[in-house]
C-alpha cells in the first residue's frame, strides 16, 4: 500500500450487501473480532482485533475489493499470520 503497510487482496466477488456476511465468516475462520465500522458512500471499513492487534477490513465499491489491510508493523505482523492461516485450511 502507499503507506509501506501489507494488504491482502481477499475477494473481488463480494457486493456491497455481502459485504458483512463475507466478513462474519472471515473473522470467524481467521479468530478476528469486529470492535467498529463506518459505511461511506463508496466504501466500508471494519475495525478489527487479530491475535490482539488492530487492522482493517476495507470493501470498495470500484473496484469492487475486500482486503484486509495493516496500519503498522505490527499489523503487518499479524496480516503474515493471517496468510499463513488463509493457505492451511
Known sequence: MAS????????EKV???DFP???????????GTRVGTM????????????????????FDDFPAMV?????????DDVLRRVHARLKEK
Do not use: M, P
Open 15 to 17: 457486493s456491497w450487501e
Open 39 to 58: 459505511d461511506a458512500v463508496d466504501a466500508r471499513l471494519w475495525d478489527i482485533v487479530i491475535d490482539e492487534h488492530r487492522v482493517i477490513l476495507v
Open 21 to 31: 456476511s463475507f466478513a462474519a465468516a472471515l473473522l470467524e475462520r481467521i479468530g
Open 67 to 75: 482486503s484486509l489491510e495493516a496500519r503498522d508493523r505490527e499489523g
Open 4 to 11: 509501506g503497510h501489507l494488504c491482502i487482496n481477499l475477494s
